[in-house]
């Protein structure tokens, strides 16, 4: 039998729906997307077309239309997008995100404009949605997978494909460039291009393949169970955590290292953008799908947890069923139209060197970049028993570029690395993390 409770938890959440629907008029009524600010490092600015200008970028970040990017000399990004197609800008990079729309048959549009700088596209072309990419005089329109490298100046212009086939157009008329073939183009003449037979290496040409092949990895090899339609978030959910089939509750999904005390809305911040107002943006590098999908619950013996599902609805806020069990820390959207409000201090894990993380219980993945360890399941397990764990690691790329501020956590490009053992430490109970 139902009792008082229940239906005040009932209420509770038929309530917290309503609200976000009501908050949501530009996203229900329109053709509008959002896409996902995937990866941050070094120096980074986004202008969210407020009028207020540029400010820090930061790691999930919603990108909307008429967003522009910035990256610095020592700055690189990723976006990611719906699909699970990645864009990636090289340092001194301008990207501007023209047109992000559905068009009325709901093939997404994406209309992108490198104004100066370079851009990794890695486009996979799975449901016929259209990629436009602009730079110098030429444009490139996709509706079919191609990975290719663009880079862009006042005295010179090149697009190289390492996969697919890629057609440009511009004032000299089209050219398709092939697999391992380069356009070279001319702006001051009229965009006139030559055809080379092969790609010349760029520095960050490693940091776009290991990319990509974590996407790949972790999206392939580890089935999310979770029925999603997006592609975009679910590498990073098969690599920080796991997925359990609770009885009582079904299919749920946990991060690894969560611990005594943790909740999902401790670290994060909140954007404002114009037109929609307040998202809340998570600090966790797995925190893209749980926080916009779905529902977060409090399960007895485990933690919190988050039940994938409300594909139908993109949540500004995320929805989370009320406990009284355990504090949460609340999701009170800030008023006015300040650009940036944080929330929390980061998580508990350091970088005592560039070869040596230390990660402990509480943590929830914070600070550990995406595929720098091999088996965080069983890293998890270590932490879970002895409340925290070293890792050795080895250097990602030749050259370090540190994480853009923001949650005031520090981030040292690693990976392949080789997991240390547990030292010391007193021991993690309760929480998740250490159960499964």
Known sequence: MATPLFFRIRFLLLAAAVCVLLALPALADSQARIVRLSDVQGSVQI???????FENAFLNLPVTQGVELRTGANGRAEVEFEDGSTLR????????????????????????????????????????????LSFSSEKVTLDHGAHFRVDTSAQAARLAVFKGDVEAEGPSGKVVVTKNKTATFDPSADDKYTLADNIADAPLDSWDRESIAYHEQYARTKPSDNSSPY?????????????????GYGMMWQPYFTGVGWDPFMDGAWGWYPGMGYMFASAYPWGWLPYRYGNWMFVPGFGWMWQPGGWNMWSPIP???????????????????????????????????????????????????????SNLSHLNHEVAKNGFAQVHTAPRFSTSVARASGFGAAHSSMAGSSMGHASGGGHASGGGGGHH
């Open 89 to 132: 800008i090289a340092p001194s990079t301008d990207l501007e995100f023209s047109t992000l729309s559905l068009s009325d048959d709901g093939k997404r549009i994406s209309l992108l404009n490198l104004v100066e700088g370079m851009a990794y596209v890695n486009w996979l072309g799975k449901s016929g949605d259209v990629f436009t």
């Open 47 to 53: 202008n969210k077309n407020s009028g207020t200008g």
């Open 231 to 247: 592609g975009y978030g679910l590498s990073d959910l098969n690599y920080y955590g796991g997925y359990y089939n609770v009885p």
């Open 319 to 373: 929805l989370y069923r009320p406990t009284t069990l355990v504090h949460v820390h609340p999701l009170v959207a800030p008023t006015g139209t300040v650009n940036t409000v944080m929330v929390g201090r980061g998580g508990a894990v350091s970088a005592t060197s560039l070869s040596q993380l230390t990660v402990r219980s509480g943590s929830a993945g914070f600070g550990i970049p995406r595929g720098s360890i």
